[in-house]
């Protein structure tokens, strides 16, 4: 499933990152009560590294390459849960989720991924000459800092200068109990993957964060990122996403839903028992807390957390499926323009999706968000894998 956040045009409009364009993404994934490319190993993927966030219920693996929550076992993983909840179960609940952007550039398209078995992203920031620096240097780990502990070699060594976030007085900023930061960016040479795209040229700041000591955020994992534009060119109509693969236990009655109105797109299981879980089994969210600053007059948004006059922030604006059990344009995108078209909501020849059934009725309204309405009411005649 594709979770489409926003669409927008990277301009110069945030006095914060003069030098580059810059905006920042909040969203909260919260409980509600394979190999990966198919290239040779080379330098460039030496400083893969993966931690856990393991700060409060939720145990989840985190990757500097555009990963989420996946089972990497060709990086020497056990192949334990990458969305373990609640810790301790060994019950999955996601096999990964997976950050993809699209943009025109000077008219084409390009997209990029970490998902469908390839990623574009690589560790480490880019240069301002585009150039990105040595993926093997140890400031691009993942770096995790907790609550009460200052003499780890993370907090030691933050990679402050590489856009690693700092408190008022200097120290490494701890969000909440426990925090994760990493950089990387999807500038690669080499583009025989998934898509076959050129780079877009930018640099992602990913920060992922929890609380222990409040119980309602106890069932909630917090996920940032500063996205900033280091190429030379403007990038138009940038659609960002998360390409999500659910597992509530036991994946073969999972179902999804989203509110537009609340910025959420959710999985849920089609009855109240699931092999892995048992009676009363979960559901899992994905919300949009923060998206994208775009102008707007006599509106205030928020940015690095100022507010900002006379802009807005955007929040979702579509959600759509790829469906592994049905052939033809329900499968995954398969070029940039098909990947383009399905941040829209849209099928491969451009077309709108419609609202019921299986999204494809000419006769019904169109719709950007598939699966929404009443989960109770049976509108929708596919699953959510």
């Known amino acids: 499933m594709m979770i489409k956040f926003i669409k927008i045009n ?11 364009n810059a905006v920042v993404f909040l969203l909260m994934l919260l409980l509600f ?13 030496k400083n893969l590294d993966v931690k856990r966030f393991d700060g409060n219920s939720i145990r989840a693996k985190v990757s500097n390459y555009g990963y989420l929550f996946e089972e990497i076992w060709w990086l020497g993983s056990d192949l334990d849960p990458g969305f373990e ?12 989720t997976g950050i993809c952007l699209a943009a025109k550039v000077d ?3 390009r997209a990029n991924i970490a998902g469908e078995s390839s990623t574009y992203y690589l560790p480490g920031a880019i240069l301002s000459d585009i150039y990105p620096e040595d993926p093997a240097y140890p400031s691009f780990r ?32 701890l969000i909440g109990d426990q925090t994760l930061w990493c950089v990387f960016s999807d500038n690669d040479d080499l583009y025989e993957k998934y898509w076959k795209s050129k780079p877009l040229y930018l640099e992602i700041q990913q920060t992922v964060f929890g609380w222990t000591r409040f119980s309602l955020r106890e069932e909630m994992l917090f996920l940032r990122w500063l996205i900033i534009n280091k190429g030379v060119n403007q990038l138009d109509s940038v659609y960002f996403c998360l390409w999500n693969e659910p597992c509530l236990g036991a994946s073969d009655d999972d179902k999804m ?19 892995a879980y048992g009676e009363a089994p979960p559901s899992l969210g994905f919300q ?10 006599g509106d205030t948004g928020i940015f690095s957390g100022r507010k900002i006059a006379n802009h807005r922030n955007l929040m979702m604006t579509s959600l759509s499926p790829s469906y592994g059990g049905i052939s033809g344009q329900w499968t995954g995108p398969r070029n940039p323009l098909q990947a383009w078209y399905r941040m829209q909501a849209k099928w491969w020849n451009g077309r709108q999706m419609t609202y ?12 950007n968000y598939l699966f929404s309405g009443d989960p109770g009411i049976r509108n929708w005649l596919v699953r959510a894998w």
Request: overall charge negative.
């Open 10 to 20: 990277m301009t110069k409009y945030y006095p914060f990152r003069i030098q580059f």
């Open 33 to 45: 009560h394979i190999p990966l490319w198919n290239q040779s190993y080379d330098y460039r993927y």
């Open 85 to 96: 909840w609640p810790m301790g179960s060994g019950i999955n609940a996601m096999y990964y």
């Open 107 to 109: 008219g084409e398209i």
């Open 142 to 173: 993942i770096h995790k800092i907790e609550r009460g502990i200052t003499d780890s070699w993370d907090y030691r060594n933050w990679p402050y200068q590489y856009g690693a976030p700092l408190d008022s007085e200097g120290n490494p900023l």
């Open 257 to 275: 839903g989203c509110d537009s109105t609340l910025s959420l797109g959710y999985y849920y299981n089609e009855t109240n028992y699931d092999e």
């Open 288 to 297: 949009i807390l923060q998206g994208p600053l775009v102008y707007s007059e």
């Open 356 to 367: 019921g059934g299986y999204g494809d009725n000419p006769s019904n309204p169109p719709t």
